[in-house]
């Protein structure tokens, strides 16, 4: 019989034990918001959440006050609380930081958003308030038994949220005080809490923040890869692209941002999570990519203002005519009779980002959001695919290692 060597037995224990502890496996970061679960269309609630394909759930959103208080958002407070603290279901009492954690899943605290970003500019930039801010994270860690807490400021130094130049410098300053606080409870409980960031994918507005230092407090990117383009454009285009469109800025798509964060700003890309969005944007007066049009569409898609999200696309497909987009690797939907144009995602574009991120060494990907490819039956079509990518690079891996160690 053949002998290895202690040392490549060991070895070979050692990445196997990596392996099956989840080691190699790309984080899969899917954000939750509040409002969806009194949604009486939402057919994900704490139980219907599909923990095992998950590594993170961001609970969206917190809202943050000019003096650095933090609460939940004031028209769904109560909600808010109902899902962290406990719900019945199906004759059960149930959190959703109870159940993810029975299943590994850790749950970060999403403070901000689009809609509440515009107080994060007089926090950073005030000492006591950045220790309020501070406080109150460890206050909603400790309350809610989250795992951690993600910054999601839109973004520093943009004027119409009350951006200032200065927040390129007090941006920092607030993650460490975070950070600081964190590690601080860290040595009380014994148990380690992350601190991340969703973060711009444009180099416009990249300029105010200081992304070296950042990336060395907080334990990973959350790049919002995504509205690249929508009605605020003069010319039709894509929302996600993964490489540009044919009159699309080369930098504006999933691999513009990466080249900018990995080659300008020097990011490990196992750093990083792209972002994949489960929706999609609906335009008027156009019939495809780079063209001129009239603003969001009201005659289709007037119920969700041109936001179409996944379930809701695939039941009315039967009204469009789907492309592919061999360029940006991205599907669109053309109704001719009424000029609207669709861009989105589907299970080969999402199938095209996966791969990307496993060919690049990226560290995996956020989702806005978990409950929008929900088709009905426990099924998450795009997820799916995300996941089955993710593990099936994790097998080769392994089988890999057992033919090494024959």
Not at 86 to 96: P, T
Not at 149 to 159: A, F, L, N, R, T
Not at 238 to 267: A, H, Q, R, W
Not at 381 to 404: A, N, Q, T
């Amino acid at each position: 019989m053949q002998r290895f060597p202690f040392s490549v037995v060991f070895v070979g224990f050692f990445m196997l034990s990596l392996v099956f502890a989840g080691g190699l496996k790309k984080r899969i970061v899917g954000y939750y918001p509040v409002w969806r679960y009194r949604d009486p269309d939402n057919p994900v609630k704490i139980l219907d959440i599909p923990y095992e394909k998950l590594t993170h759930i961001n609970f969206a959103f917190f809202t943050v006050f000019p003096d650095g208080r933090i609460a939940p958002m004031d028209t769904l407070e109560e909600v808010t609380r109902l899902v962290l603290d406990g719900v019945i279901e199906r004759g059960q009492r149930v959190s959703l930081p109870g159940v993810a954690h029975r299943n590994g899943v850790k749950v970060l605290a999403s403070i901000g958003g689009w809609e509440d970003s515009e107080y994060f500019s007089f926090v950073a930039r005030s000492k006591r308030y950045r220790e309020n801010f501070a406080k109150e994270c460890i206050k909603l860690v400790k309350r809610y038994d989250f795992d951690g807490v993600d910054i999601d400021w839109e973004y520093p130094g943009y004027v119409p949220h009350n951006g200032i130049p200065e927040d390129r410098e007090n941006f920092t300053l607030l993650m460490r005080e975070i950070r600081n606080k964190l590690d601080s409870l860290s040595m009380v409980t014994g148990r380690y809490y992350e601190l991340t960031a969703a973060l711009p994918a444009s180099r416009k507005h990249l300029q105010f923040i200081e992304l070296g230092k950042i990336d060395k407090i907080i334990d990973f990117h959350n790049v919002m890869t995504y509205d690249y383009y929508g009605v605020w454009d003069s010319l039709s285009n894509f929302n996600s692209p993964l490489f540009p469109s044919s009159c699309g800025d080369g930098e504006y798509c999933i691999d513009g941002t990466f080249k900018v964060y990995t080659e300008d700003f020097g990011i490990a890309p196992d750093r990083i999570n792209i972002g994949i969005p489960f929706y999609g944007r609906a335009f008027a007066g156009c019939t495809g990519p780079c063209m001129p049009h009239s603003g969001v569409d009201t005659v289709l898609f007037n119920e969700v203002k041109g936001y179409p999200i996944y379930r809701d696309l695939i039941k009315r497909m039967g009204e469009f005519v789907r492309y592919w987009d061999d360029d940006a690797e991205v599907p669109y939907l053309v109704n001719e009779k009424k000029r609207v144009f669709v861009t989105y995602e589907d299970e080969k574009s999402v199938l095209c980002k996966a791969r990307y991120v496993s060919s690049k060494g990226i560290g995996g990907v956020i989702i806005w959001e978990i409950t929008l490819d929900c088709v009905g039956e426990g099924k998450f079509p795009l997820l799916d695919v995300i996941y089955r990518e993710f593990e099936g690079k994790r097998e080769e891996k392994l089988k890999r290692l057992f033919r090494l160690l024959r």
